[in-house]
């Protein structure tokens, strides 16, 4: 059975900031992983996914993550933050076998502020 | 390109009152999947269907009933509405030729069940 934990349902930051969001993941076989972003009364937003192919990916709006098997970890992060990356965020992790489906396996979120 | 659309985006419900909640998705994606969202529990899986003629559980699947219409129609179904069920219900879709493929969501219906 797969898990995800976000560290921190709230995270609030300061504009020009660094965004640092936890997640640390649990997956028998090796995992994909995915951090979402809800804007509100949205859908849900791909930011980025691990794929295997590289261990740092780079995603939409500045947004980054590095994935550390040793750890269980795909924190994401972003430079400075900006206004407009107020939202909720979710990790997600998908198991790599035939038989998963694609199906995902959510973090709780994490609602990021971003105070002026 | 629509993407996935859902119908209706909000509703009210008495309990015991029963609804279906409607997803379409014009990319022709081969799996869809229902998901409700509630504070503080991220998404959890209703129910999903891998291809056209196939569903199958998720975590949370008691109290509904899914039909997969055609491959571009994905319906849930509450047949006797309970409280518990106030949520917000997403429908998404993935292209499934590869498990990293990610899948896309529509805009969500709020379900209110007094």
């Known amino acids: 059975a797969q898990s995800v934990t976000q560290l921190g349902s709230h995270v609030s930051v300061s504009e020009g900031a660094l965004v640092l969001l936890r997640c640390n993941y649990s997956?028998?076989?090796?995992?994909?992983l995915f951090w979402y972003v809800q804007y509100p009364n949205q859908g849900l937003q791909l930011l980025l996914k691990?794929?295997?192919?590289?261990?740092l990916v780079k995603g939409i709006n500045g947004f980054e993550a590095e994935f550390k098997k040793s750890e269980t970890s795909f924190h994401l992060t972003k430079p400075s933050a900006h206004m407009s990356d107020a939202a909720e965020y979710f990790c997600?992790?998908?198991?790599?076998?035939?038989?998963?489906?694609?199906?995902?396996?959510f973090g709780q979120g994490t609602i990021l502020t971003v105070h002026p | 390109n629509a993407g996935v659309t859902q119908t209706p985006k909000f509703q009210v419900l008495k309990t015991g009152q029963s609804m279906t909640l409607q997803c379409a998705q014009d990319m022709n994606h081969n799996s869809m999947y229902w998901y409700r969202q509630d504070p503080g529990m991220g998404l959890r899986l209703i129910y999903y269907s891998a291809s056209e003629g196939t569903t199958d559980k998720g975590e949370v699947p008691n109290g509904y009933n899914v039909s997969r219409l055609n491959k571009r129609e994905f319906s849930l179904r509450l047949e006797s509405a309970a409280p518990s069920q106030t949520s917000v219900y997403f429908c998404?879709?993935?292209?499934?030729?590869?498990?990293?493929?990610?899948?896309?969501f529509g805009p969500g219906t709020r379900l209110t069940v007094l």
């Open positions: 997956s028998s076989v090796p995992p994909y």
């Open positions: 997600a992790v998908s198991d790599a076998g035939g038989t998963s489906y694609g199906k995902l396996t």
């Open positions: 691990y794929t295997s192919a590289a261990t």
């Open positions: 998404a879709s993935r292209y499934s030729g590869g498990s990293y493929n990610e899948q896309f």
